[in-house]
């Protein structure tokens, strides 16, 4: 898959590109996952080979949503990320389970929700500008 990234060198540093893909022509983000090509096991984030079979992965697009499967909401954070904040780990259709920020409203989550892959800034400067760029979650609509 060699899907164009939008980055911008003078914005934010866009990270994880090896997981997360932004198409340029406008189609919805997505992030990537690694199949076994001997057992079919789905990995995430990106491996050389298959920790159950020592057999080389494929690269394969993973879905858009899942499910919520924890979550907790963070009140002192990291520099560069204003807290309260909320994480959480997202049970995909491909039986992976990933971690990443929450876009939503702390008062909206609840457990099992389908939420869906996009693209938000997850860490500013010391002024405030947005500084790093990635995938995180929300709710879908």
Same mark, same amino acid.
């Given at each position: 898959?060699?899907?164009? @990234?939008?980055?911008? &060198?003078?914005?934010? $540093?866009?990270?994880?590109?090896?997981?997360?893909?932004?198409? &340029?022509?406008?189609?919805? %983000?997505?992030?990537?996952?690694?199949?076994?090509?001997?057992?079919?096991?789905?990995?995430?984030?990106?491996?050389?080979?298959?920790?159950?079979?020592? $057999?080389?992965?494929?690269?394969?697009?993973?879905?858009? $949503?899942?499910?919520?499967?924890?979550?907790?909401?963070?009140?002192?954070?990291?520099?560069? @990320?204003?807290?309260?904040?909320?994480?959480?780990?997202?049970?995909?259709?491909e039986n992976v389970r990933i971690y990443a920020q929450l876009a939503i409203p702390h008062d909206q989550i609840k457990l099992g929700m389908d939420v869906e892959v996009v693209q938000g800034v997850v860490r500013m400067?010391?002024?405030?500008? %947005?500084?790093?760029?990635?995938?995180?979650?929300? &709710?879908?609509?």
């Amino acid at each position: 898959m060699s899907e164009q @990234i939008l980055v911008d &060198a003078s914005g934010p $540093t866009f990270f994880h590109p090896d997981l997360f893909v932004v198409p &340029a022509d406008g189609e919805a %983000p997505y992030l990537l996952g690694y199949k076994c090509e001997d057992c079919g096991k789905v990995w995430f984030p990106k491996l050389e080979i298959c920790p159950e079979c020592w $057999t080389d992965l494929k690269q394969i697009r993973l879905s858009r $949503t899942g499910k919520l499967y924890s979550y907790s909401i963070i009140h002192v954070g990291q520099r560069g @990320i204003k807290a309260p904040y909320a994480v959480g780990y997202v049970d995909f259709p491909e039986n992976v389970r990933i971690y990443a920020q929450l876009a939503i409203p702390h008062d909206q989550i609840k457990l099992g929700m389908d939420v869906e892959v996009v693209q938000g800034v997850v860490r500013m400067d010391k002024n405030g500008d %947005p500084a790093m760029i990635s995938y995180m979650f929300k &709710a879908v609509e």
